[in-house]
Nanobody, 124 residues
Framework: VQLQASGGGLVQAGGSLRVLCVASGSINSFNVMGWFRQAPGKERELVATITRGGRTEYADSVKGRCTISGDNAKNTVYLQMNNLKPEDTAVYYC???????????????????WGQGTEVTVSS
């Protein structure tokens, strides 16, 4: 299984960006897919998740500003980010898991597959 993340870039504060993650196989083969991010000098943190059934979860820091969605036909998961802030600057990683449960969604080590990351920079 390979996950290919893309879509990052430089954007001004208040702007929008959509990052995407293309899987080498069906995204329905995973029970959860998610986006994590890691800023310089900080730990990797969960941004959003989506389950096979379409249930979504968001970090408090991005609620109301980000939307995670999946397109089964394209084997792709998207993260639409609006009203971006400088503190959103980070490398964004997509991840997927086969056996995640609700209590492990925020645990990076619980995910089985990772993309290479795409960098998002928000200028003030």
């Amino acid at each position: 299984v390979q996950l290919q993340a893309s879509g990052g870039g430089l954007v001004q504060a208040g702007g929008s960006l959509r990052v995407l993650c293309v899987a080498s196989g069906s995204i329905n083969s995973f029970n959860v897919m998610g986006w994590f991010r890691q800023a310089p000098g900080k730990e990797r943190e969960l941004v959003a998740t989506i389950t096979r059934g379409g249930r979504t979860e968001y970090a408090d820091s991005v609620k109301g500003r980000c939307t995670i969605s999946g397109d089964n036909a394209k084997n792709t998961v998207y993260l639409q980010m609006n009203n971006l802030k400088p503190e959103d600057t980070a490398v964004y990683y997509c991840a997927a898991g086969d056996r995640l449960i609700l209590s492990t969604l925020k645990v990076a080590d619980a995910y089985d597959y990772w993309g290479q990351g795409t960098e998002v920079t928000v200028s003030s």
